[in-house]
């Protein structure tokens, strides 16, 4: 019984079976440690960025007026962003040292504020708008949740920062998708390859 067990493992569909074990171990390992690893994080995700009317070149010398509540204004520009907490650990209120801070270049002005969407519904925090900048008060911030906003602004130069100072966060990024994108893409080639390698091996030709 010992001789016929040991003789089924030496088959070469056993071997192959276990080469691509051995393949799946390493990346599985690094998908959990990831998952694992306590990590505090805010980051941002920039949605859209573009001009609220779009004038062409041979229109900005001519007659054109953009009024916002009656007032003259140029470079009208709609900015959404999602802020969200992407790591495995809560950001509480009084983690926040100096607040949530989105601030466009000296001479522009935040016409409007709006939030477009939030998770959880019942997420806090005051929106303050002040010249060139909005604030976001103190809140808590659970693993996943998130808010997006959506700012109009004038005299908009292509330049925002969002900052704020907050205990066991080095800095507020952006979301890297494009590497994200990249990695589902490359495993997805790996599971496609796998599959037809099994497929091969398995055909009744062989």
């Known amino acids: 019984m010992l001789f016929r067990s040991q003789k089924i493992f030496q088959d070469p569909v056993w071997i ?7 393949m799946l171990a390493l990346p599985v390992a690094i998908i959990v440690f990831f998952f694992q690893r306590k990590v505090k994080k805010l980051s941002y995700e920039l949605v859209v960025n573009e001009p609220v009317i779009a004038v062409h070149e041979e229109e900005k010398g001519g007659s054109l007026e953009i009024k916002y509540n009656g007032v003259l204004v140029k470079n009208v520009q709609m900015v959404i962003l999602k802020v969200l907490n992407n790591g495995s ?28 969407e939030k998770n959880p519904k019942n997420l806090t925090g005051t929106r303050v708008v002040k010249e060139a900048s909005i604030v976001v008060t103190e809140t808590l911030f659970n693993p996943g949740d998130y808010f997006v906003f959506k700012i109009i602004v004038s005299d908009y130069r292509n330049f925002f920062k969002i900052d704020a100072r907050i205990i066991g966060v080095n800095k507020i990024r952006q979301l890297n998708t494009g590497y994200a994108r990249v990695l589902g893409m490359s495993f997805g080639l790996f599971l496609m390859i796998l599959g037809l390698a099994l497929q091969v091996y398995f055909s009744p030709s062989r």
Request: charged share 10%; aromatic share 8%; glycine share 6%.
């Open 16 to 22: 192959f079976l276990g080469a691509i074990s051995a």
């Open 89 to 116: 650990q809560a950001i509480a209120p009084q983690d926040f040292l100096n607040p949530l801070t989105v601030s466009f270049s000296e001479g522009c002005k935040v016409l409007s504020l709006e939030t477009l």
